[in-house]
């Protein structure tokens, strides 16, 4: 008999805690329901902004420092 109070025990604090989840997740909803809707591209878009910037800085900064390359350590013209 205690294996069933116990059993009913952890569903109905299962339950209250999806309850209590649900509720918060309602009043986020409202809270934020006047911002405009996120463009799902934003983020790939940023992404190959920040890319693109990267590969720029990286070419700089081969040009800068000719025969350096950073893997094989080695001196220009070799």
């Known amino acids: ?4 109070w116990i059993v009913i025990g952890v569903v109905v604090a299962i339950a209250a805690l999806l309850t209590v989840l ?5 009043r ?8 405009e ?3 799902p ?6 992404f190959a902004d920040a890319e693109g ?8 900064a081969t ?3 000719p025969g350096t390359t950073g ?3 080695g001196l220009a013209g070799s």
């Open 41 to 46: 591209t934003l983020g790939a878009r940023t």
């Open 28 to 35: 986020r909803a409202k809270r934020l329901a006047h911002l």
């Open 71 to 73: 893997v094989s350590g």
């Open 53 to 60: 910037q990267r590969a720029m800085t990286q070419g700089l």
């Open 22 to 26: 649900e509720v918060q997740n309602r």
């Open 1 to 4: 008999m205690v294996v069933v």
């Open 37 to 39: 809707p996120v463009d």
């Open 63 to 65: 040009a800068a420092h």
